[in-house]
């Protein structure tokens, strides 16, 4: 399994409406609205690096209001319950 982080900046006022596009895209599991200087942030999981390329390249960049993406690709996954941690912080 190939797992990419993909950083989305979006149109302000459209953000709702691509994180809910991004995260109806098949091999997309997580979109998160994020603060700091991008405004999502999207988990990709594929069988494939080719995958990848058809998930972001032909699809996330391709949602309206996505201004630009960076895609960054996991090396390593050292623990499922740490990383569910570090994107739910705050919550309960």
């Known amino acids: 399994m190939i797992t990419a982080i993909v ?3 979006a149109e302000v ?3 709702p409406e ?3 596009a991004v995260a109806a895209i098949d091999g997309v599991s ?9 405004d999502l942030i999207a988990l990709v999981r ?4 080719e995958d990848v390329a058809v998930v972001v390249a032909d699809k ?4 309206p209001g996505v201004l630009e993406t960076e895609t960054h690709i996991a090396f ?7 990383l569910e941690a570090a994107f739910s912080i705050g919550l309960d």
């Not at 997580?30 to 991008?38: A, F, K, L, N, R």
């Not at 390593?76 to 740490?82: A, G, I, K, L, N």
């Open 60 to 63: 996330v960049n391709k949602v």
């Open 46 to 49: 594929v069988h494939a690096h």
């Open 7 to 9: 950083f989305i900046n």
């Open 76 to 82: 390593r996954t050292y623990s499922q319950v740490d």
């Open 13 to 15: 006022s459209q953000i």
């Open 30 to 38: 997580e979109v998160y609205s994020v603060t700091g200087q991008i």
């Open 18 to 20: 691509v994180a809910e």
